[in-house]
């Protein structure tokens, strides 16, 4: 079985640019969660779809954080304009149903903004 | 809101010792709780997932309980190797929040040959 795939792997960009980060579910898989972690923390939820509907985006900066999820599957995650304290690994997510089911993590993105 | 606790944040052991790894979080509303472990640069590789129903979960050399009542869960890991050389990382599924997983800070362990 196929895991959660992410691109690009890094990135790098300059502040007030903007980046996008892209996040393949394991097929058959409703839940998908984006996750933000920064050197030396454990990953903070950003947001979580149950198919390609919001169930929480209420730790997501929406002035400059985006994100969709086109037909329930792959998923984007946009950041525009980036901030320095941006930087940090963005881990994309999904479980079968979300509650009670088992979350399987991609490779992340590690983006840096300089 | 619920928080994550993980103690200790760092543990250095020679192998072959057993260790414990604990975790507590605030709310008992949850659905379940999670061990993850991640290699520097990478993501998070799942260990063991405990329902709320259940009590413990064991998988080769590791065995994580979860006390719901008490907020605390642990991970054993027996016969350590520097291969479990990794961070810890547990996190509760939310009932509150629509499954939400919540995570703590992670305990960075070490196991020196």
């Known amino acids: 079985e196929a895991g959660v795939a992410q691109s690009p792997r890094y990135k790098i960009i300059e502040k007030r640019q903007s980046v996008a980060f892209w996040c393949n579910p394991i097929?058959?898989?409703?839940?998908l969660y984006w996750y933000q972690q920064i050197l030396g923390q454990g990953p903070k939820l950003l947001i979580q779809f149950q198919n390609n509907g919001v169930v929480d985006d209420s730790q997501l900066p929406k002035d400059r954080f985006s994100a969709e999820r086109l037909k329930g599957v792959d998923s984007t995650l946009k950041i525009q304009p980036a901030k320095l304290e941006d930087s940090a690994v963005y881990l994309c997510?999904?479980?079968?149903?979300?509650?009670?089911?088992?979350?399987?993590f991609g490779q992340g993105t590690r983006l840096t903004v300089v | 809101k619920q928080e994550v606790t993980q103690i200790p944040a760092a543990l250095s052991v020679p192998e072959g010792e057993n260790l414990v790894l604990n975790c507590s979080f605030t709310d008992s509303a949850i659905y379940n709780l999670q061990w993850f472990r991640q290699d520097p640069g990478k993501g998070l590789t799942s260990l063991l997932l405990?329902?709320?129903?259940?009590r413990e979960q064991t998988s080769g050399r590791l065995n994580a309980s979860l006390d719901k009542s008490s907020g605390r869960s642990t991970l054993y890991i027996a016969a350590s190797q520097p291969g479990d050389s990794a961070t810890y990382l547990c996190?509760?599924?939310?009932?509150?929040?629509?499954?939400?997983?919540?995570f703590g800070e992670g305990t960075q362990l070490t196991v020196n040959p």
């Open positions: 997510a999904s479980s079968f149903t979300g509650g009670g089911t088992e979350a399987f």
């Open positions: 097929s058959g898989h409703a839940t």
């Open positions: 996190a509760v599924g939310e009932e509150t929040s629509g499954s939400r997983l919540t």
């Open positions: 405990i329902q709320s129903s259940q």
